[in-house]
T-cell receptor
């Protein structure tokens, strides 16, 4: 069975640009969460979506947004990129919001 | 808001040594507690979790953790480590009412096992 898949795996952008990251959950999983992991730190919660609705949001500016599609895949959008947005962005899925999380390998975003 | 502290940033052990990684959390209510592991080149995966009941929980690959409520601690242990345990270990917490959303992670402990 395929695990959580994220695309692209690596991305280089310049300051001020916009980026879209994609996540496909494990088949049958309806809940998707996004985390940001800066080098040397633990993952930090950004969003959770369940049944296409936002269930939780972390302490991130409005430049960060996300959505979940009818097939339960999800996109994370970041506008007006800053150097500090450089990080590994992780997607995790679960059957239901309070079930075990399965993480993808992440998208490494570098902002120059 | 909750927070998690992992005081050991890098631990180096020889094979067969015993392991204990510290984790302390800060939160005013009841919590769920987790340990995640990230092996080199692999994604984060759940090692073990505590929701309620027996404070001593056993996970995969011979790991266990003990929840001590009075100390706000959830230390990870393994009696005899192997070279394959080399990885980054993250402690995480979320409020019991919150399910899995808003997991708060510690900064991680890098474990290096010397053959």
């Amino acid at each position: 069975d395929a695990g959580v898949t994220q695309s692209p795996t690596h991305l280089i952008k310049t300051r001020g640009q916009q980026v879209t990251l994609r996540c496909s959950p494990i088949s049958g999983h309806k809940s998707v969460s996004w985390y940001q992991q800066v080098l040397g730190q633990g993952p930090q919660f950004i969003f959770q979506y369940y049944e296409k609705e936002e269930r939780g949001r972390g302490n991130f500016p409005d430049r960060f947004s996300a959505r979940q599609f009818p097939n339960y895949s999800s996109e994370l959008n970041v506008n007006a990129l800053l150097l500090g947005d450089s990080a590994l962005y992780l997607c995790a899925s679960s059957l239901l919001p309070n079930e075990k999380l399965f993480f993808g390998s992440g998208t490494q975003l570098s902002v120059l | 808001a909750q927070s998690v502290s992992q005081h050991n940033h890098h631990v180096i052990l020889s094979e067969a040594a015993s392991l204990e990684l510290g984790c302390n959390y800060s939160y005013g209510g009841t919590v769920n507690l987790f340990w995640y592991v990230q092996y080199p080149g692999q994604h984060l995966q759940l090692l073990l979790k505590y929701f309620s009941g027996d404070p001593l929980v056993k996970g995969i690959k011979g790991f266990e953790a003990e929840f001590i409520k009075s100390k706000f601690s959830f230390n990870l242990r393994k009696p005899s480590v192997q070279w394959s345990d080399t990885a980054e270990y993250f402690c995480a917490v979320n409020p019991s009412w919150g399910g899995n959303e808003k997991l708060t992670f510690g900064t991680g402990t890098r474990l290096t096992i010397i053959p």
